[in-house]
């Protein structure tokens, strides 16, 4: 993720984050958080967009 979110447009986000809810969330137990820490070089909309992501495909 650290990669993505400095580097890919918000729509990338998306569907990277979406992609990672359907491998992790099956059989519950998933928790979404961030590693560490945000760097300051992510693009504040990609980090607004990993939560929305979060917030709408991340329930069960």
Do not use: C, W
Request: net charge positive; proline share 7%.
């Amino acid at each position: 993720m650290r990669s993505v979110l400095n580097k890919a447009t918000p729509q990338e986000v998306k569907d990277h984050v979406k992609r990672r809810l359907e491998i992790f969330m099956p059989d519950g137990g998933f928790v979404f958080n961030t590693v560490h820490n945000i760097r300051p070089d992510v693009p504040a909309e990609n980090i607004v967009t990993m939560y929305a992501v979060v917030q709408e495909f991340g329930r069960a």
